[in-house]
C-alpha cells in the first residue's frame, strides 16, 4: 500500500500500454451502517484466460477527491483467482466506504465483488458487479434506479464514483412508482469521488415510499460516473444491489407552447 | 381592442390574426365550428386560441375575456416540436417543417391532426393590425409518440402591399375526441 512512487510508475506503465483494462467496483465498505449493520467487502480477482496477470487496485475512498488514491498490487498465476477478504481493512488499513478501481498491469482480469452485513447470526450479502470503466454512465444520457424502496421496513441508499478527473455535477430526481416526482437531490462529485447518499427518499419526502425510482443525470459534458442503489432490509440488514440502467437520452425541453390568437370578423 | 391586447402581450409568445369570416383562407374556421358544436345563436367576431380550445363569440367584456383565454393557453404546455425552414421564391414561400410528436397520442387522420401554414401580413385591412393573406393545410398520417415528421408545404399569398411585413405562422393541431369535439394546438411558430 503506498501512494507515492509506486502508484506513477503504474501510472506511467499503464499509460504505455494504452486502453488497458479498468473496472470499478462501485461501492465497498470496512465501517458500521444504520440499525447495527457491520459492512464488509470480498473481492475476488481473476486472471482471464490462459495467461498470467497482475493488476492494481485503488480505493477512492468516499466524500473527497482521489487524485492520488491508497493502492496495491498482485499478481496471479494463469487460471488462478485471488480472495481478498474485507479488502478495505485488509488491503488498505482503511474503516470507511469508497469504490474500488481495479487496472490491470499485465495480461486481463474478471472482478466480482460481495459486501455483506456481518452479524454475528449469519452474513447477508450484496453482489456488486466489478464494471467496465467504458460502461459508465456519461452526460446527454439519464439513468433509472428501480426497485426503491423507503419506509419503516426498508431504506434507499444511492451511491455514485466519479470516473473523470473533473468536477460534476449530478441530479437525481426521486419518483413515485406511479412517476410522480417526489423531489431532486444535487450532488457534486470532485475528481474520482464515491459518495453514498443514505436513506435519499427522506430528503424529499416524510412519507413512505414503497414502490419508487430515481432518475439520474449530469449536467456537466464529459461527465461519466457509476450510479447504483442499495436497498436495506431495516430489520434483518440484507441488501440488494441495483445498478443504474439507461433510460434513455435526456429530451430537448420543449419549447413554450405558442399562443395563436385568431379573429373572425366581417370585412367592410 | 385586439390590437390593444397584441401590445399589451408584445413580449409574450402570442400572435393576433385576423380572417374574413366570410371569405376565410384555409380550413381554421372549421376549428371554430367544432368547439362550438350545434345549437344557440352565434354572433361576431368569432374568436378562438389553441384552435378552438378555447372560443368566444359576440358581444363580450372583451378585454378582460380575451385576456383570460390567452392567460389561460399561456399556461398549457406545448405537445410538439416544430423546425420549420422559410424561403421566399417570388411571390410564395416554400416552408421545410419538421413535426415531432411529444405528446402521448399517435397523430394521425383519426384524430384530425393537421399541420397548417398560415401566412398574414401587417396590415390594417378590416378590424385588425394583422391580415391573413392564405393558408393551408396537411393530414398528417400517422406519427406515434417521439417521432417526426417532414413536410415541404409551397404558399403564395395574395394581396400583400409589403413583403416585409409579411409574416407565418406554422401550427400543428388534432382533435383529441376523435372526430368529434375541439380541436387542440400541439404548438405553433412564428416567424
Redesign the interface.
Known sequence: MTRSLRAWWLVVLVASLGGAQELYVPAAAHNSGAAGTVWRTDLEVKAKGDAPASFTVELLEERTANDDPLSATFSLEPGASLRLVDVVDEVFAFEGSGALRLSAVEGEILATSRTYNNDPNGTYGQYIPAFEAEAAAEHGYEYVLMQLSSSASYRTNVGFVNTTDATMELEIDLYTASAVLLGSVPATLRPYEMRQIPNIFTQVTSQAVDDGYAIVRTSTQGGRYFAYASVVDNLSGDAIFIPAQLEGPIGTPLAPRFVVFEAFMRYG | M?DQ?ADEYAD?????????????AGN??NR?WAAWGSGGSVY????????GNQISNGSVAFAQR?RA??NA??Q????A?LEVDRERVGNSFQFDIALTN?SDVTLSPANSAMLHV?VYEEAH????DRWVRAATYRSISSLPPGETASFSVEIAPQGVVDWDKVHS?V?ADYRPGGSTGAYD?L????E
Open positions: 385586439v391586447l409574450d409568445p402570442v400572435v393576433f390574426i385576423e380572417y374574413d369570416v366570410d371569405n376565410p381554421r374556421i371554430w361576431l367576431p368569432l374568436i378562438m386560441v389553441d384552435s380575451y383565454m390567452i393557453a399561456l398549457r404546455p406545448a405537445a416540436r411529444a398560415i385591412v378590416a378590424d385588425t405562422i401550427l394546438t404548438q405553433a411558430v412564428h
